[in-house]
């Protein structure tokens, strides 16, 4: 017989292999990127009995075998995975001992023919699919590494997109186990995460690779600098490795996570807004960033040469944060040094360090909240006469930056993310930029600026600062003040800088007693006032407020309250590690009573739960299958029956659910929302995908129905737009939406919630900061490539909707005593468009314990003219009742 037949043992074995090896290769979906690893490979080829199965012409001895196991598993799975039969068939005359092995893959084309002759097809393929099986390890011990071409970089995932620039890409990459090699004898036998930056162009990779050779060769060291690992070179790619920063970056603590992650999640330990505690951390890793500042200035030593380096892109974005046990904020690291400039120090002098254009390009953004230039200097700007002095920056460039930066850290200390952003806004009122000058102007009216100051709204704020009660906020402010000095012979250096940021630190040591006595006092604090009896108008119900009511209920790791009342009573659902419970809150008796619970496998996490009326879902994992980094257990049901165990459909990686009080089910996955009617069986089930078009680079982030259940809200966001989806799920559900509206993206995400009008076309969109925006659907659907998110700012803790025309607001008096108060906020449907307006400015006064000024959830119920608002806290339920609609 000249060759095996279909159906044979051979056959079978071959269908075997080829199954197996598809099951182990990495990125499998991804043809220029898929490979398996040699430990695999291994493992597929351990049974010595599939091997006499498949080499059943050889008479093989266990020494063959071995040799096999040894040498030729690599080359026989390209074989098997091409079908190669007669060379698989011949084997051993193919390949004798001492001729190829897996050691020389990957092979030439010329040796290729050398065992398959006058076959040009499967010469091809081999070639083509022998790269899968040559995965290249990554040594860290050396300083550059060639990696052929024909072999593959044995990242284990698809890259997370961290950052993208005008010199390179920052992707977070999963090195493969066992090939992230330390040296010798030592590699990781887990995949181990790095940032991967990748270069297009020769001359930038050289430039930020010789500066980092640099820093890694001092024979003095800096702890608060980000080394590299090791670069490589992967035609048509450079490749930088650098350790990743598992908390993100400064830019986004800044933020309070701005999208881009839940805050309380990365920083856990991090007090509230407010509490002096988080001062003394803060000011520790200020001072390793001045230290860091002053090592780059002066402090590297290569051989016998003394280097200075001007970093020139000093940003919070450039600045990332490691886990660090001994640190609630992390560990503070300088990174990027793409433009920064290099030069032997030259004794008595303090050289500018020219960059020339490179200055002004930005390496990387990560979808950056500042306008581009926000931390340059006044010399960095070429403008008219004033050009002569601005040809040149240096390392007085850092420490401007570094004041600036400086000022962020301590509007963050005392107002947290809002304080941040309102004072970028200030900066960039009636101005062009947000930078931290501007232009000074002589007595004669020539319209040329004759210098640069400190910008008016930094400066008053700052002198509003040093009149605070604290002494450390007073000192800070003042080392800022000392630090932002426009002329930069006249700013200190880095020396200097590290003495101001010490003599700050210090403070905290000196005024335990003010630190301790006194909250931070938050950026325009109105003054106390004690709080006023609710007055009613004649013939109003008067409002009612009910004591806190101490329910018992676990707050567990995830809660909801209804929006939908029946009779005076709401249902709420907490999902707790080992179960579901389902209670019933009745408005008019201010009670909670337990309605039913359903058991869980034990310890859920990351769990999310939603109710509206009788209807509910829960989802998140175990933490038995948490390596398998999904949401793999997700419930729903109706409360006066069992959840449903098994659905008609793949849940996938599940994002969230909405559920409609009409008993349909909405999954959100990233690219699509699969719907689902209860009970869901086959034969009941909507079960549609709604999903993004598929020309947008988006993904869901949450979707959610209005309180009527008619509508379908869908939001999702990318790398250029974010977008609004409704879809009308009374009708025929279409796969196309019934009304899309996108949004270009602002200078920094916000981390957007739909809250859709109870029974209206339309919905308010809740951002971070306090950002509110009222959609109307009534208005055209938008195009791309978007429309500007004219979002109004609103100072409220908490909010809600109260049907179609009201929101209301829970407001809180600033300071050490909180008193809060309803404002509401009248939903204008005018022709243009919805807009916002302040309808009451204290629609009555809630006296409350301190701990609801934390308020999780908030609701309002329409019932007989009246409303009643629920604040739910966790561990106490406030019932507010009477307040008359408009």
Not at 327 to 353: C, N, Q, T, Y
Not at 495 to 516: A, F, H, M, Q, T
Request: aromatic share 10%.
């Amino acid at each position: 017989m000249d060759s095996p037949q279909p159906g044979s043992e051979f056959r079978i074995v071959i269908g075997e292999l080829i199954h197996e090896l598809e099951e182990h290769t990495k990125r499998r979906d991804e043809i220029s990127n898929r490979f398996i690893r040699r430990h695999d490979l291994v493992k597929v080829w351990q049974n010595e009995s599939r091997i006499h199965r498949l080499l059943y012409n050889d008479q093989l001895t266990p020494e063959d075998v071995h040799d096999i196991q040894e040498n030729f598993i690599a080359i026989l799975s390209i074989l098997v995975s091409i079908e190669a039969i007669d060379s698989i068939r011949n084997f051993r005359s193919t390949f004798p001992i001492g001729t190829i092995s897996d050691r020389d893959l990957p092979l030439e084309r010329e040796q290729i023919e050398m065992f398959l002759p006058d076959r040009p097809a499967l010469v091809r393929r081999f070639d083509d699919v022998q790269c899968e099986f040559c995965p290249v390890p990554i040594w860290r011990t050396r300083s550059l590494q060639s990696v052929p071409r024909k072999c593959r970089l044995p990242f284990t995932d698809p890259p997370t997109r961290l950052g993208v620039g005008g010199f390179g890409e920052v992707d977070l990459v999963a090195i493969a186990p066992r090939y992230w090699k330390v040296d010798e004898d030592a590699d990781y036998d887990v995949a181990y995460k790095v940032a991967c930056k990748r270069f297009k162009s020769d001359k930038d990779f050289s430039k930020e690779a010789e500066n980092l050779r640099i820093l890694k060769n001092s024979l003095t060291k800096q702890d608060h600098i980000l080394q590299h690992y090791t670069t490589l070179f992967h035609d048509p790619y450079n490749y930088i490795l650098f350790p990743y920063a598992e908390n993100g970056d400064l830019n986004q603590l800044l933020l309070d996570g701005g999208g881009y992650y839940l805050f309380h999640e990365r920083f856990p330990h991090v007090p509230p807004v407010g509490d002096p505690a988080v001062v003394k951390p803060l000011l520790h890793q200020c001072w390793a960033l001045a230290s860091a500042v002053n090592w780059l200035h002066g402090g590297i030593q290569v051989d016998t040469k003394s280097i200075m380096c001007a970093h020139l892109d000093l940003k919070p974005d450039n600045i990332l944060i490691m886990r660090d046990n001994d640190s609630i904020v992390g560990k503070w690291m300088i990174s990027d040094f793409g433009i920064s400039a290099v030069e032997p120090h030259r004794d008595g002098s303090r050289p500018a360090l020219s960059v020339g254009y490179r200055y002004r390009l930005l390496t990387i953004e990560t979808e950056p909240k500042h306008q581009a230039g926000t931390y340059l200097p006044p010399e960095a700007i070429h403008r008219g006469a004033m050009a002569a002095a601005a040809d040149k920056v240096g390392r007085q460039s850092d420490i401007w930056a570094y004041g600036c930066i400086f000022s962020e850290i301590l509007a963050w200390a005392i107002g947290r993310a809002y304080l941040v952003d309102k004072l970028a806004d200030e900066r960039t009122y009636g101005a062009t930029s947000d930078r931290f000058w501007e232009e000074s102007f002589g007595q004669n009216l020539s319209p040329q600026p004759t210098g640069y100051k400190l910008r008016e709204s930094v400066s008053a704020w700052l002198d509003e600062v040093r009149d605070s009660p604290e002494r450390v906020l007073r000192d800070w402010a003042q080392a800022i003040k000392d630090i932002l000095i426009t002329d930069k012979q006249a700013r200190p250096n880095a020396e200097k800088l590290v003495g101001y940021v010490e003599r700050v630190c210090s403070s905290c040591d000196l005024s335990p007693e003010v630190i301790d006595d006194h909250p931070l006092t938050p950026y325009h604090t109105p003054p106390l006032s004690s709080p006023s009896s609710g007055s009613t108008e004649t013939g109003q119900n008067p409002e009612k407020t009910s004591r806190p009511i101490s329910h018992g209920i676990n707050p567990g790791i995830a809660r909801y309250l209804s929006r939908t009342a029946r009779q005076g009573k709401v249902h709420a659902a907490v999902v707790s590690q080992d179960k579901i419970e389902i209670f019933g809150l009745n408005l008019s008796q201010d009670e909670v009573s337990l309605v039913s619970k359903m058991p869980l496998p034990p310890k859920w996490e990351d769990a999310g739960v939603v109710i509206e009326g009788q209807y509910f879902a829960a989802w998140g994992y175990c933490k038995a299958e948490k390596k398998r980094a999904v949401s793999s257990l997700l419930r729903i049901g109706d409360i006066y029956s069992d959840f449903e165990p098994s659905l008609p459909v793949n849940q996938g990686l599940l994002g969230s659910v909405a559920v409609s009080c009409r008993g349909i089910f909405a999954l959100v996955r990233d690219k699509d929302i699969v719907l689902l009617s209860w009970p869901c069986t086959p034969a009941s089930s909507v079960n549609r995908r709604l999903i993004i078009p598929f020309y947008m680079d988006q993904t869901f982030t949450h979707a959610i129905f209005n309180e009527a259940g008619g509508l379908l809200f869908g939001w999702a966001r990318g790398q250029k737009q974010e977008s609004l989806y409704v879809w009308n799920v009374e009708a025929e559900i279409s796969d196309v939406p019934d009304f899309v509206v996108h949004y270009s993206l602002q200078r920094f995400y916000l981390n957007t919630q739909v809250i859709p009008y109870s029974s209206g076309r339309g919905c308010i969109l809740a951002g971070d900061h306090n950002k509110f925006l009222a959609v109307s659907l009534k208005n055209p659907s938008t195009g791309l490539p978007g429309i500007e998110r004219l979002d109004e700012t609103i100072d409220v803790v908490a909010s809600c909707l109260v049907g179609n025309d009201q929101l209301l607001g829970l407001v809180s008096t600033r300071g050490f005593r909180t008193r809060l108060c309803l404002r509401r906020y009248k939903i204008d449907h005018g022709g243009d468009g919805d807009t916002l307006i302040l309808q009451d400015q204290e629609l009555c006064n809630i006296n409350i314990p301190r701990e609801f000024k934390s308020t999780g959830l908030m609701r309002a119920y329409q019932e007989e003219g009246a409303i009643t608002v629920v604040l739910w806290n966790g561990t106490s339920i406030l019932i507010s009742k009477g307040i008359k609609e408009i």
